[in-house]
């Protein structure tokens, strides 16, 4: 693990860790691990804690980009003190690319609470989180293995190590980025004559035809096929924002349909 110097924010953080940060798992590291508020936090962890508790997280995201659909159920969860259950689903989430989520836990275990403590393991899982060198993730791991022992630092290497492989944005955000593509594709192979399509969370209408993204798993309306699908590039943006391996490929164009 290396301490190297921070980049500009990433939009992953500035769109998904902001949510984190409103929860339990958030609210008691500015006390144990030391790192700066950032910027626009709000000083009420009982608010934030009552927000986290109900992240509405869209089930139609769940296949297409699990990192971003299992971190929030993950924070969700941690939020409502299913700590156990809420670390599962950001370990899901952490394989599928989220940063935050890897953030999230190496937290979770560095400080303990929400989960047992287990410092080395909460050091290898920040560590994890500062690939894409967002600030205000590579401070607290800096804060964090500044309050290490030499023990709990030689382990967390030994740990780190071990999880890289599965978990690195070299494999991780990859298989991200592969499955995503693929569905996209999928998506937008029908974008013709029209077409439109229902994805629970994403295209759920209100009266008058604007997206309701508060029901994340009813599909009482539908949206057109380019449009659902620029709705999850935006979300695919946020997961793999600031990732050096992602190459985007750009806007799909409608297909019109052919001349009689």
């Known amino acids: 693990m290396t301490t190297t110097s921070a980049k500009l924010p990433c939009t992953a953080v500035v769109l998904l860790a902001g949510m984190v940060m409103a929860s339990s798992a958030m609210a008691f590291q500015q006390k144990t691990v030391g790192a700066a ?6 000083p009420s962890h009982a608010d934030q804690l009552e927000e ?16 971003i659909y299992y971190y929030c159920v993950g924070a969700r969860d941690l939020a409502r003190g299913k700590g156990p259950r809420g670390m599962g689903m950001l370990k899901i989430a952490a394989r599928w690319g989220s940063k935050p989520a890897q953030f999230t836990m190496g937290v979770g275990y560095f400080n303990g609470g929400v989960v047992p403590r287990n410092r080395p393991l909460g050091l290898a899982w920040l560590g994890l989180a500062t690939e894409r060198h967002n ?33 690195g944005d070299k494999r991780a955000a990859r298989r991200a980025e592969l499955r995503y593509d693929h569905d996209r594709m999928e998506l937008v192979r029908n974008a013709v004559y029209g077409a439109t399509v229902c994805i629970a969370g994403l295209t759920t209408t209100r009266l008058g035809g604007s997206p309701d993204p508060t029901d994340p ?16 590039d935006h979300y695919a943006d946020a997961l793999l924002d600031d990732w050096r391996g992602h190459v985007s490929i750009g806007a799909v ?8």
């Open 217 to 232: 798993h009813a599909c009482t309306g539908s949206t057109p096929v380019m449009a659902a699908a620029k709705v999850a």
């Open 253 to 260: 164009q409608e297909v019109s349909a052919p001349r009689k």
């Open 37 to 42: 508020t950032p910027s626009g936090a709000s």
């Open 52 to 67: 986290a508790k109900n992240l509405t997280c869209l089930s139609g995201l769940e296949h297409m980009l699990p990192g």
């Open 135 to 167: 600030p205000y993730i590579v401070a607290t791991f800096k804060s964090a293995w500044d309050k290490a022992l030499p023990q709990e630092r030689r382990q967390a290497q030994v740990l780190w190590k071990s999880l890289l492989p599965e978990y």
